[in-house]
């Protein structure tokens, strides 16, 4: 009789045990979901609650999180203690003054979702290499300019649009390749950029500013067959 008894209550036990859990994990689903949706309703918040653990000291290195839509205009900027950066794949665009002015940002991770580079978006930066994704539509005005550290950087058969600016006083970009996508370059686009080699551009370009590149760079067009870069 007593052994059925405490087998009857370990049955009990252990059922309360399977509910509990069961009831937190539907919890954790739902404060999940519910940041999930705070992401992407409200993504200068989330990122808000980032940049304070940034500047309390807590970490230099952000995985900003997935639904997040943009990156905020100015949501980073001029903060010199943020060094690395992933941006998620729910986000498209990174907007105006994003990371401007973040000196210590030396990598960032774009995934190819993002379409759109803002204005100044990593201006002032100390980035070494950037690789931008083959979803990447416009390069806006100024969006790296005097990233003085940066060497290399692609940029991608999507791109239709290098704003003004977009890469002036880059003075460690050696070598550059604009892809046949490319219709347009804004002026002074590669201004400044002293140690610029080589381009390689495409001959159905429609529009080049002026200045758009150094004097001391070879301009090397090209036809169909799009060049390899040493």
């Not at 905020?72 to 941006?87: A, G, R």
């Not at 498209?92 to 979702?113: D, H, Q, W, Y």
């Not at 890469?167 to 950029?193: E, H, M, N």
Request: hydrophobic letters at 40%; proline letters at 6%; glycine letters at 4%.
């Amino acid at each position: 009789n007593e052994k059925m008894q405490q087998m009857f209550h370990d049955e009990i036990q252990k059922n309360e045990q399977r509910e509990k859990n069961l009831k937190e994990q539907i919890q954790a689903i739902n404060d999940s979901f519910t940041f999930l949706q705070e992401c992407i309703e409200n993504p200068k918040k989330v990122c808000q609650l980032i940049l304070e653990q940034i500047n309390s000291g807590e970490t230099t290195t952000v995985n900003l999180p997935f639904g997040i839509p943009r990156v905020p205009s100015h949501m980073f900027y001029n903060n010199k203690l943020l060094t690395e950066v992933k941006i998620p794949s729910s986000c498209t665009v990174i907007e105006m003054n994003a990371f401007g002015g973040c000196t210590s940002l030396v990598k960032v991770e774009i995934p190819p979702s993002v379409i759109e580079i803002g204005p100044f978006a990593f201006c002032l930066c100390s980035l070494v290499e950037v690789f931008l994704p083959d979803s990447v539509l416009s390069i806006n005005n100024s969006a790296f300019n005097r990233c003085f550290a940066l060497t290399q950087i692609n940029i991608p058969n999507s791109v239709i649009s290098i704003g003004s600016y977009a890469f002036v006083w880059c003075k460690s970009l050696k070598k550059i390749l604009i892809p046949q996508s490319v219709r347009t370059i804004g002026y002074d686009a590669f201004g400044g950029c002293s140690s610029l080699e080589i381009v390689k551009i495409h001959n159905f370009i429609k529009d080049i500013g002026d200045d758009a590149f150094p004097r001391n760079a070879k301009i090397e067009k090209y036809g169909d067959v799009i060049p390899q870069m040493d």
